[in-house]
């Protein structure tokens, strides 16, 4: 921008209505240029959760020479989120999951969770996606650039999600390859849906694993009625949760996982098109994460957990009689 | 273990369904031959036949002196296995309806077997069986096996009450997206997703 000035033809209160001016227009453009609050975070993720839209998404995620995708259709309305596969839909929101071939499942409470402080965003910028009017927007970690999401500017519904590893790679990307602004689903008839009998976890009191790890806050535990016990972790963009199952109740570990070290410590890790999942084993106790971290993210979050610890012989031979 | 389209196995097969030891790809091969081979329908009922007599046995004893020379040892497991001619089934027998330490150790063997069937299914080892195992150092082998699972199954009833199932992971994973689908993020970032062909 570029501003000139000619002291000839302006009286003094003219100057100094211009030297306002200026100052408004540089303090606007340095609230341009610097990143927004973090609650605008909030705002963004707020409106995407209430857009109604229909379309057909693809999920790729790249990581540790895997390379897994999946494209399934999408219905987002009234809060909830309709997958179908075939004959097949799963409906998600509100805290269930439940679909035409599967029980449903919720919880007993949960807890409420903001961004926090750890990420801001840029200035939305205009930009076109799939031929639609859309807002592109920048999620940084410090300086370090860990999303981008294009939101659709009619409906806020987000188009396309990049997400980056610690070095900048793109880690995760989510599409739309056709999209259309409504839902053929009605609001009342996903509530509808939403009401059948649902498997309730009760929540449990306290947990044996940390408050917090590696900026991700434990915010809710669940201990179902076979011993499984489930810690739910979330920083305000990302989640992941980690099951703490009795090793008689889970096959041994994690089928198509590839082993993985962090610290020296041995994780098997599969990478699937949304989800990363880590298995660990710790004497008697077998350990799941399943979530949608990025990798530096993930390692920095193993090794706040409690790390793998094999089992010697003798231990397992008085496994068998104790 | 291989498929019994030959019946070059059978024997062992028959033996290891009547075990619950089959995985479950066995399983319905084993069903599906039975359904069709009479040979091995004949050899199931005999070895069924040997178990059911088992324990219909009545306790008689033998001097200890003579038993002591002529205890079964392996043909024990080989007997309950139906892997015996039916003249060693006719002495095995014999020797059975006098022998009350021989009665006593085939009947462990046998709640051995049954205490297996309560365990949780578990994949064979990829691992080839050593070569060259004798019969006898094979049968040797089970009894330990046997006797481990026997353990194992009273550890397992003392810890749990029962026989646990396995979680399978569909079931954390649709736990993981219900409790994510609460979360201002879930919108945006994809927690979900039917893996399919990378277009």
Redesign the interface.
């Known amino acids: 921008m570029t501003w000139t000035w000619s002291p000839e033809c302006r009286t003094a209160s003219s100057r100094a209505a211009s030297a306002a001016a200026i100052v408004v227009a540089v303090l606007a453009s340095l609230s341009m240029a610097a990143p927004a609050r973090a609650d605008d975070l909030?705002d963004?993720?707020?409106r995407?959760?209430k857009?109604d839209y229909a379309g057909r998404?693809?999920?790729?995620t790249m990581w540790n020479g895997a390379?897994?995708?999946?494209?399934?259709d999408i219905e987002?309305a009234g809060g909830m989120?309709i997958?179908k596969?075939g004959d097949t839909e799963?409906l998600?929101?509100?805290?269930?999951?439940g679909g035409t071939e599967?029980p449903g499942?919720?919880?007993s409470s949960?807890s409420a969770?903001?961004?926090g402080t750890k990420y801001t965003t840029s200035e939305a910028t205009p930009v076109t996606r799939l031929g639609r009017s859309a807002r592109s927007v920048t999620i940084f970690e410090g300086d370090l650039k860990r999303a981008t999401?294009v939101f659709d500017a009619v409906t806020w519904?987000?188009l396309t999600?990049e997400?980056y590893d610690g070095e900048g790679r793109l880690f995760?990307l989510?599409t739309f390859t056709e999209f259309g602004p409504v839902s053929a689903r009605a609001y009342a008839a996903l509530r509808e849906q939403a009401s059948d009998a649902y498997e309730v976890?009760p929540e449990q009191a306290g947990s044996t694993l940390p408050v917090r790890a590696a900026g991700y806050e434990r915010l809710?535990t669940?201990l179902d009625a076979?011993g499984?016990a489930?810690a739910?972790y979330?920083d305000?963009?990302?989640?992941?949760?980690v099951?703490e199952?009795?090793t008689?109740?889970?096959?041994p570990g994690?089928?198509g996982g590839t082993a993985f070290e962090v610290g020296g410590a041995r994780y098997l890790v599969l990478v699937?098109?949304?989800?990363i999942?880590v298995s660990w084993q710790r004497g008697e106790i077998a350990f799941?994460l399943?979530?949608?971290v990025p990798p530096d993210h993930l390692i920095d979050v193993l090794s706040e957990l409690p790390a793998p610890k094999g089992r010697s012989f003798i231990d397992k031979i008085l496994?068998?009689?104790? | 273990m291989a498929g019994v389209s030959s019946c070059w196995d059978r024997e062992e097969l028959l033996s290891g369904y009547l075990d619950g030891e089959l995985t479950s790809g066995e399983l319905a091969e084993v069903v599906a031959h039975l359904d069709g081979c009479t040979d091995c329908i004949a050899v199931f009922r005999r070895i069924q036949e040997a178990r059911s007599l088992v324990r219909q046995l009545p306790d008689l004893d033998l001097p200890s002196a003579l038993a002591a020379a002529l205890h079964l040892g392996d043909l024990l497991s080989a007997y309950l296995d139906g892997e015996l001619s039916p003249q060693d089934v006719e002495h095995v027998g014999d020797h059975l309806a006098l022998c009350a330490p021989c009665r006593s150790e085939l009947r462990e063997l046998d709640a051995a077997r049954t205490a297996v069937r309560a365990l949780?299914r578990l994949e064979p080892s990829l691992e080839p069986p050593p070569l060259g195992a004798s019969t006898a150092r094979r049968h040797w082998a089970r009894r330990a096996v046997a006797a481990?699972a026997v353990?194992?199954a009273?550890?397992?009833v003392v810890?749990?009450g029962g026989p646990?199932?396995?979680?399978d992971?569909?079931?954390?994973?649709?736990?993981?997206?219900?409790?994510?689908?609460?979360?201002?993020?879930?919108?945006?970032?994809?927690?979900?997703?039917?893996?399919?062909?990378?277009?």
């Not at chain 1, 998404?57 to 790729?60: A, C, D, E, G, L």
């Not at chain 1, 699937?272 to 989800?275: D, M, R, V």
């Not at chain 2, 646990?164 to 979680?167: D, G, L, M, N, P």
């Open positions: 909030d963004y993720l707020e995407a959760a857009a998404r693809v999920v790729v390379n897994e995708a999946a494209v399934g987002h989120m997958l596969d799963v998600i929101g509100g805290g269930k999951l599967m499942i919720t919880f949960w969770e903001g961004a999401i519904a987000p999600t997400i995760r989510s976890v809710d669940y076979d499984i489930h739910f979330g305000g963009l990302f989640s992941f949760s099951f199952i009795p008689d109740r889970v096959e994690l089928e699937e098109p949304a989800e999942w799941m399943v979530g949608d496994g068998l009689f104790s | 949780p481990a353990a194992a009273i550890a397992l810890n749990t646990a199932a396995f979680v992971r569909d079931t954390l994973a649709n736990r993981h997206t219900a409790r994510t689908s609460v979360e201002q993020g879930f919108a945006v970032i994809p927690a979900f997703a039917t893996p399919a062909e990378t277009p």
